[in-house]
């Protein structure tokens, strides 16, 4: 028999317990000894830095969801929520053929969690929590040790400050991704690992079915999940003298039926909304601006994306980590240490099955950025929202490639001997790697979003970052103003904010993802438009994330120069940030500016 055959994980010997720092029976002595303290520290740090940076993790997330003021995607992700709660189900994103399940999970928690603006984006926070423990439980399960799966599940929570501000930003579907690649990862894993019963293998099937529903950004977690799938194939790995004495029965192609039956039910919306679209999710979406192929694409993960998802970069906006020298220097320094994993990889890789976790994930991490590329908004790097997914694979790369060294039960003796040592440094290492992103996320979260480091101003000077947008709808109210046109931005966060008590629609001239709120301005007089205040531009663009002045990038003043051009009175009412002009007729048609 080869070193393959050694296929079920009893037979393959993993330094990656905490047993291994414990040198067998307690010998009595007069007093620690040096090397004990060092156990001992060695032993405790993961464990503590777990629990800080879970704790920073959190306060993060409360500051920024009690900060940020909504914006038009999440509002629409929440208007989706409200309309699944009434009975209205919806496959995807509004106005998208992809973007799924997330919705659902949104619908959950606007309800005992909070209706609004809080309870919208606490869902990606909550599953961004889901994702760390399932992070633990993927390292776990590929034979981590229980204080270096902790870290690993930390540093999913806490590294990069990309993720973790992404994770209060309700975008409608890459949480639910994430929690499906993983699941999908974890059950591939026990499948390699001969312990996949037919829960495991429904289970898979139904994260992948689930996981493409959601986005078809499932593909990066799909690719460790093949290569897993592949090194449990027992008849690549085993001897062909004995395969011919077994018999195939029809039972062996049970598990495959079970997850492909998973996978039917899982993408089964997805399933009905195409069916009835012709399946339009299979063609291209937005296509990406001229000058944006695919190379450029690639060009922009590797000079953008890729340091912002190492937690060296802002978001939004891409400012240096200390600056451009220092935050260069140290993006050659994490490259340097990736390289490092990936070769470790590429070298355990001789030891087959036993390596199949750490190449799987030294797989996925090298497969990344060209299945990056391949979707066209992926040009769009600023706030880090699409290589959310890297950081996770990164940590189970990291985890699995410390010195917990694989060997076979000849060596187990000599390897015995060297344990102690080893799990320190692993310890020590895992250690070091929690505390630097914890500390990256911290200053990049002060230079992106000014939440302060020291603790008094931290709890201090808190407001509802939505004021001025509320401000707006009671001034509407006072005014009997009930419907109005705003831009894409403006409109749903309006409509967000105040259910049941004005509706506001983008104009064809901006996106539109709800056709029924669209009928209900079109029908009503008086018409107002909503544009930005004269002198107010500066608060209006901060309280909707959003420079553009009016519906169709039209700011107050040609608005009202082209109703003056076509003879049409108009009266302006001040509502705070924005202003509403009410024309004495409809306007039907607004061309394109310019």
């Not at 600056?323 to 140290?330: D, F, K, T, Y």
Request: proline share 8%.
């Amino acid at each position: 028999m080869t070193r393959f055959a050694s296929a079920h994980p009893r037979e393959d010997h993993v330094l990656g317990s905490d047993a291994a720092l414990d040198p067998g029976p307690a010998i009595p002595t007069a007093g620690p000894t040096p090397g004990g303290i060092a156990a001992l520290r060695a032993r405790h740090l993961p464990w503590v830095l777990v629990v800080l940076t879970g704790a920073y993790g959190i306060l993060v997330r409360v500051w920024l969801l009690a900060h940020l003021p909504l914006f038009g995607d999440e509002a629409v992700v929440g208007l989706m929520g409200r309309g699944i709660l009434a009975g209205h189900l919806d496959a995807f994103f509004w106005g998208q053929n992809y973007g799924g399940a997330e919705p659902y999970a949104v619908a959950a928690a606007l309800g005992p969690i909070n209706g609004g603006p809080m309870g919208l984006n606490a869902t990606p926070a909550i599953l961004a929590a889901v994702a760390s423990v399932l992070a633990y439980g993927v390292l776990r399960t590929g034979r981590a040790s229980r204080s270096l799966a902790a870290v690993g599940g930390a540093m999913v929570w806490i590294w990069p400050y990309a993720a973790t501000w992404n994770s209060v930003r309700e975008i409608g579907f890459r949480g639910a991704t994430l929690c499906c690649g993983l699941v999908l990862v974890l059950c591939a894993l026990r499948v390699q690992q001969h312990r996949a019963g037919t829960a495991t293998r429904l289970i898979l099937g139904l994260a992948a079915g689930a996981g493409w529903w959601a986005s078809p950004e499932i593909v990066y977690f799909a690719v460790p999940a093949v290569v897993l799938l592949v090194a449990g194939w027992d008849r690549l790995f085993s001897s062909p003298a004995l395969d011919q004495h077994r018999w195939s029965g029809p039972w062996h192609v049970i598990p495959l039926l079970l997850s492909t039956a998973g996978i039917i039910v899982g993408a089964l919306p997805w399933l009905y909304a195409n069916i009835r679209s012709g399946f339009a999710s299979l063609h291209l979406g937005t296509p990406a601006p001229p000058g944006f192929g695919y190379g450029t694409r690639v060009s922009v993960f590797f000079h953008d994306v890729l340091p912002s998802q190492l937690g060296l970069r802002t978001v939004p906006g891409g400012a240096w980590l200390g600056g451009n020298p220092l935050g260069q220097a140290l993006f050659g320094v994490v490259l340097v240490a990736l390289a490092v994993m990936l070769v470790r990889a590429a070298w355990m890789a001789r030891l087959g099955r036993a390596a199949a976790p750490l190449v799987a994930s030294g797989v996925a991490v090298v497969a990344f950025p060209f299945l990056y590329a391949i979707f066209p908004t992926s040009w769009y790097w600023a706030d880090g929202r699409y290589g959310v997914y890297l950081p996770p694979l990164i940590v189970l790369l990291a985890v699995w490639s410390l010195p917990s060294v694989i060997v076979s039960s000849s060596t187990a003796g000599a390897h015995t001997r060297r344990r102690g040592p080893m799990m320190r440094t692993a310890a020590a290492l895992a250690s070091v790697g929690l505390l630097a992103g914890a500390c990256s996320t911290a200053v990049i979260a002060h230079e992106s979003a000014g939440i302060p480091t020291h603790p008094g101003a931290f709890f201090s000077g808190w407001s509802d970052p939505n004021q001025a947008a509320r401000q707006v709808i009671r001034s509407m109210a006072t005014h009997h103003l009930r419907t109005a046109y705003g831009d894409y931005w403006t409109a749903y966060d309006l409509d967000f904010l105040a259910p049941d008590t004005v509706t506001i629609s983008p104009t064809p001239l901006d996106p539109r993802r709800s056709d029924s709120l669209a009928r209900t301005v079109a029908r009503s007089t008086p018409q107002a438009w909503l544009f930005f205040a004269p002198g107010h531009e500066l608060a209006a663009g901060v309280t909707f994330s959003n420079p553009e002045p009016g519906p169709g990038g039209y700011s107050q003043a040609a608005f009202t120069g082209y109703l003056a051009l076509h003879g049409d009175g108009y009266r302006v009412v001040r509502l705070g940030v924005l202003d509403a002009v009410i024309p004495d007729h409809p306007v039907r048609h607004l061309p394109p500016l310019g």
